[in-house]
């Protein structure tokens, strides 16, 4: 119930491309749904979070899609460029969880120039 | 502002010996955690506080401990290091509940 599944595990986009991230859960009374980018030998970072009562939420060139019916949301990097590499981590939260974050398991991403 | 700071960056510990992980923040958050991150893995919450005096267990606990006798520090104690304890530590803190969580920069523990 608590569980949040990320994919894919790794991914390479070129510079200019697309780069898209999805994560499905399985706890309906999740409310709470932000990503985290993470550079190498540092802490998470908070990317960009949504609330289920919108579709879509974007700031510059990261946007996420929220599927409340299919219990699935992703992130969206258009025009990826080298500098966005790094591994990034959904998560979700709601009142049942408190305040604790569940954490996806990651997804690593290399932009090739 | 710091932030979160967490001390120290890096520690070799032998098998059986003890240490406590620092953690502190200054933007007065009552929500304090503790992670850790296996390569290739994602973040397990270990323990968790909700405010001073206050501290809970999270998905990994066995072999740690925390207290939380101020509101701006959460520290981690091991007390007999063992090789699976080999990770990196993170502790986070947040305002409250659908809040974004500040990271430390983590603290990078090797036990041989």
Redesign the interface.
Known sequence: QQQVKQSPQSLIVQKGGISIINCAYENTAFDYFPWYQQFPGKGPALLIAIRPDVSEKKEGRFTISFNKSAKQFSLHIMDSQPGDSATYFCAATGETSGSRLTFGEGTQLTVNP | NAG?TQTPKFRILKIGQSMTLQCTQDMNHN?M?WYRQDP????K?IY?S?GAGITDK?EVPNGYNVSRSTTEDFPLRLELAAPSQTSVY?C?S?S???Y???????TRLTVV
């Open positions: 979160v929500y955690y290739g893995m994602g973040l919450l968790y909700v999270g993170f986070a947040s409250g509940q659908n974004g969580y500040t990271f430390g920069s983590g």
